[in-house]
T-cell receptor
Framework: EAQVTQNPRYLITVTGKKLTVTCSQN?????MSWYRQDPGLGLRQIYY???????DKGDVPEGYKVSRKEKRNFPLILESPSPNQTSLYFC???????????FGPGTRLTVL | DAKTTQPTSMDCAEGRAANLPCNHS???????VYWYRQIHSQGPQYIIH???NNETNEMASLIITEDRKSSTLILPHATLRDTAVYYC?????????????????FGKGTLLTVNP
């Protein structure tokens, strides 16, 4: 089954404690991206990747890092989480030259 | 970026067709119209997209006006499971250092409630 998986699905952490949210897709898609969703603000893109070792900033990249060492994985790293990063996060992937067509189930992050 | 305007909410009776409108009067000639939906806090789900011709797939039909300034998503036989927020999005291209970014800009969408 074609899918995008994210882990963990829920996470409560404290300010400053580094964390990683994993994202994996089994469709051999080149393009992957991360979004965050906040009430009243819709979904906003954090980072995207066109292919292995090729990443770039989206609209709200501050406080986040990503890496793309393998085509299937695109982890989101919060080196020093802060409460304003409390949000619902989605990973997405798609074939070449198309907007995201597959989204993961989401990761609900709370930073205390 | 082409902006879209959708009604905040709509109701539909189960089994009837749901027609969701979207205005995108500033759309440019090479921009596509995409529709997604999001069922409460789940990941967005791609529905359909089109450029200027009407499109149909197993989920829905997309009708785009001849001047491309508006479109309508049609769910032919709405079910309770179709209750969701529906987003009409015009695709934006951004060329970053990583190449073209097929970013999606999600607005507030339309909350479609399908009633029994």
């Amino acid at each position: 089954e074609a899918q995008v998986t994210q882990n963990p699905r829920y996470l409560i952490t404290v300010t400053g404690k580094k964390l990683t949210v994993t994202c994996s897709q089994n469709m051999n898609h080149e393009y992957m991206s991360w979004y965050r969703q906040d009430p009243g603000l819709g979904l906003r893109q954090i980072y995207y990747s066109m292919n292995v070792e090729v990443t770039d900033k989206g609209d709200v990249p501050e406080g986040y890092k990503v890496s793309r060492k393998e085509k299937r994985n695109f982890p989101l790293i919060l080196e020093s989480p802060s409460p304003n990063q409390t949000s619902l996060y989605f990973c997405a992937s798609s074939p070449p030259r198309t907007p995201p067509q597959y989204f993961g189930p989401g990761t609900r992050l709370t930073v205390l | 970026d082409a902006k879209t305007t959708q009604p905040t909410s709509m109701d539909c009776a189960e089994g009837r067709a749901a027609n969701l409108p979207c205005n995108h009067s500033t759309i440019s000639g090479n921009e596509y119209v995409y529709w997604y939906r999001q069922i409460h806090s789940q990941g967005p789900q791609y529905i359909i997209h089109g450029l200027k011709n009407n499109e149909t797939n197993e989920m829905a039909s997309l009708i785009i006006t001849e001047d491309r300034k508006s479109s309508t998503l049609i769910l032919p036989h709405a079910t309770l499971r179709d209750t969701a927020v529906y987003y009409c999005i015009v695709r934006v291209f951004h060329h970053g250092s990583g190449g073209s970014n097929y970013k999606l800009t999600f607005g507030k969408g339309t909350l479609l409630t399908v009633n029994p």
